[in-house]
């Protein structure tokens, strides 16, 4: 029962922390989250919709034309069936159903239609094309705040290198070994490292606020933290690759996935449409129509028929239209020539950014390789500096000196590592990927 008791209890506690606990978010889940919740996500998404129906609308020209019409009047004549000019009136009730279904019009109906459908397929792969940014975008910001993360641990061990080198000089001058000027290096060495941890600690909130943006939390007391594990400063460049592919196949890989090439591509096949539609323009419309009209009245019966139906085959052809229907065929050719040079021109342009990107990676990825051997030799030679202080070799100028190289290159190397994985996303992003 005791034991019931203490399991209960711990249960408990388990539950009420986690309660309090903050809650822990992948970058997979932060991605989910802003494919969610954002905005302007939601905006293209419903573009994509509206789009759709566009099309229904223009597909329903192939279905039949149903109207109906009722009425009830009152009407007055005079001279019927009769010598006398006397006026009559009388009630009609009037029904009519009509009926026209299009049975040919030179393609103006499908070209349309196909013109609505690659419409839409242009605001899809614009809805693609912001889900691939969004993802960039969610990357960065996750990476951010890591590095932000990572900086204060370091502008901690500065804060806790100048306190331990202030009790030294302070311990120092009491012995007669220094003067005092080193207490007051020290001092002046401290108050700059913690005003340092200070800007660190407010970059990191920046940093966070940058990521509910991006991420579309909205809630002002919205508690969370990012996933991280503890680095091993020492062996970074170890989890470092090379990029999968090659700057030949990434361009190659651009030009077949990246939504907004092929965004540009459906753009020429919707102008090819128009072009379609507005020869059309040039032909009649054949079309079945068909009419049932049902009368009732007492005094005009002899004149006004009960019933009364008629169907034929109509052509509808308009011969011209002051030269309109020529002029949007050669507004349309142009527009063609247009999206060909801006598919033309865009990829020009993404052959330069996948470029730059793909550069930018392996800059990156030697980067941080150096970095790695910098904070290694620096760290060596703060040790050296300390021990040269200690025995008296040197002046606290080279220590402090040494020591502020050492955090910097510290610094340096987590800038450079986390830089990497933001060239990474970006060269994903610029691929298509």
């Given at each position: ?124 792969l614009k ?248 904070m290694e ?47 990474i996303a ?8």
């Amino acid at each position: 029962m005791k034991n019931k008791n203490l399991l209960q209890l711990f249960l408990l506690f388990c539950i009420s922390f986690s309660l309090k606990a903050d809650e822990i978010y992948t970058v997979d889940e932060l991605i989910f989250l802003a494919l969610k919740n954002s905005p302007d996500l939601k905006i293209s998404g419903l573009n994509y919709e509206a789009s759709q129906q566009e099309y229904n609308i223009a597909t329903a020209n192939y279905l039949p034309k149903v109207n109906l019409q009722a009425s009830a009047a009152k009407a007055g004549a005079s001279n019927i069936l009769s010598t006398n000019n006397d006026m009559v009136d009388d009630t009609i009730l009037r029904g009519n159903v009509s009926l026209k279904q299009l049975i040919y019009d030179f393609g103006k109906t499908g070209s349309n239609s196909d013109y609505t459908q690659y419409e839409s397929q242009s605001y899809l792969l614009k809805q693609i094309q912001k889900i691939s940014n969004k993802k960039r975008a969610v990357k960065e910001a996750y990476y951010n705040v890591l590095k932000a993360k990572s900086l204060i641990s370091v502008q901690i061990e500065n804060v806790k290198l100048n306190q331990a080198q202030l009790y030294r000089s302070k311990q120092y001058f009491k012995a007669g070994i220094r003067t005092k000027i080193d207490i007051s290096d020290a001092k002046v060495a401290l108050i700059k490292s913690q005003i340092d941890l200070k800007n660190a600690q407010y970059n990191l909130k920046q940093a966070y606020s940058i990521l509910d943006q991006v991420v579309g939390f909205t809630d002002v007391d919205k508690l969370y933290t990012v996933y991280s594990t503890n680095l091993n400063l020492n062996r970074l460049n170890d989890f470092v690759k090379d990029y999968p592919l090659t700057l030949k196949n990434c361009i190659r890989y651009a030009y077949e996935n990246k939504p907004e090439i092929k965004e540009y591509q459906t753009n020429i096949k919707s102008v090819e449409s128009l072009i379609k539609v507005s020869s059309s323009e040039y032909y009649p419309e054949l079309y079945l129509g068909a009419d049932y009209t049902k009368q009732s009245s007492d005094k005009f019966q002899l004149l006004t028929p009960k019933d009364q139906w008629q169907v034929g085959v109509n052509l509808n052809w308009n011969l011209y239209q002051g030269g309109a229907s020529k002029s949007r065929v050669q507004k349309s050719k142009i527009n063609r020539e247009i999206s060909t040079f801006a598919l033309r021109d865009l990829k020009l342009k993404v052959k330069q950014n996948v470029t730059s990107e793909f550069l930018n990676v392996y800059r990156k990825k030697d980067t941080l390789g150096l970095s790695q051997g910098l904070m290694e030799a620096s760290s060596q030679k703060f040790d050296q500096a300390a021990k040269r202080y200690e025995h008296g070799l040197s002046d606290y100028i080279e220590l402090q000196q040494a020591r502020q190289d050492y955090i910097d290159a510290k610094a340096s190397l987590i800038i450079d590592y986390y830089n990497y994985y933001i060239a990474i996303a970006n060269l994903d992003n610029a691929i298509g990927k």
